[in-house]
């Protein structure tokens, strides 16, 4: 049976069946576990040939949407020409998740909202009415937008291959961005991302790399291990000699959608590396946030993860 052929067959059974497509599982057991996702699942396990990472020409990468976050983390070529990418899949969850977890599955996962997840409330993304975490505890949820969902997107791999320009590509459609994914924020109160049930991300495709860059991940997170980020941003830099001559930086756990941060990087083009100019280019993020009650505290500490970032992607160079 050719590649074609499988990939069809398997999207024309969770058009026939009902329920959601399989990867890895951490996420798909989760909810089926909880009582609020109880299938049918289509595994998807069996294509191999969607595992692995793939030179392109031009210098540029395929990366199969059932690798593991584990195997990106550690593939030589990606850590040395897409490092913001590494640095990312290997902070992402715990050793067990990044096992297990893929990257489509991280990029097509659903948010950790505690009233999504619990089958006795009802919610926008379970169909019902309204968001009861909008009215209810949200002091994880957003600072920035205006959707009627209050929950943060929980893909750390978009937010880093937001950074890169990435494309993801879907069997039976054309390339599109990562960000188109997930369209803006507010079009997401009925799922996390726009892909129908029957459609498979099979690769992701990484444009080729910046000779020097320089690239940070971080994470601000309310316990050391095994938690989710209440804010993380990524970093990429290139410089010529003190001056960053390009960059670009995203941040997760802010929004309905990961963002990329085009304000950051236009305070940050043509200046000089300094402190000043650094924690100047991060408080620019401050006019993107619109607190919730209880996600004040998210708006100052929105602006320092974003400093962090960027102050560790001057450390040492991380790419030649």
């Not at 049918?40 to 595992?51: I, S």
């Not at 992402?92 to 009233?115: F, K, S």
């Amino acid at each position: 049976m050719s590649t074609e052929t499988a990939l069809t067959d398997l999207s024309a059974t969770v058009l026939a069946r009902g329920g959601e497509l399989r990867a890895g599982g951490t996420d798909t057991t989760a909810r089926q576990r909880s009582g609020i996702s109880p299938g049918p699942f289509t595994d998807l396990g069996g294509a191999g040939h969607l595992r692995g990472c793939t030179p392109l020409p031009g210098g540029g990468l395929q990366i199969g949407a059932l690798t593991t976050l584990a195997e990106l983390a550690a593939d030589p070529g990606v850590r040395a020409g897409w490092p913001a990418l590494a640095l990312s899949a290997g902070t992402a969850a715990t050793p067990q998740v990044r096992a297990a977890g893929t990257v489509g599955g991280n990029l097509l996962q659903r948010n950790r909202c505690w009233y999504y997840r619990n089958p006795h409330f009802s919610c926008l993304q379970k169909g019902g009415p309204g968001c009861p975490a909008r009215q209810g505890d949200h002091h994880f949820g957003v600072v920035s937008g205006e959707g009627p969902c209050v929950a943060p997107h929980p893909s750390t791999l978009a937010m880093a291959l937001l950074t890169y320009d990435a494309e993801v590509h879907v069997h039976g459609e054309s390339p599109r961005g990562v960000a188109d994914l997930y369209g803006e924020g507010e079009r997401l109160s009925h799922a996390d991302h726009l892909l129908p049930p029957d459609r498979i991300l099979t690769s992701v495709h990484l444009p080729a790399p910046w000779p020097g860059e320089r690239a940070a991940c971080h994470r601000a997170i309310s316990r050391a291990h095994a938690e989710w980020p209440l804010v993380e941003a990524t970093a990429r830099l290139v410089l010529d000699g003190s001056t960053v001559t390009r960059a670009a930086v995203a941040a997760g756990g802010v929004a309905r959608v990961p963002m990329r941060l085009t304000e950051v990087e236009a305070a940050l083009i043509g200046r000089e590396a300094t402190p000043d100019v650094l924690a100047a280019a991060a408080a620019t993020v401050l006019a993107r946030c619109r607190p919730l009650p209880q996600t004040g505290y998210k708006a100052e500490l929105f602006g320092n993860t974003v400093l962090e970032a960027l102050e560790r992607a001057l450390g040492p160079a991380t790419a030649g």
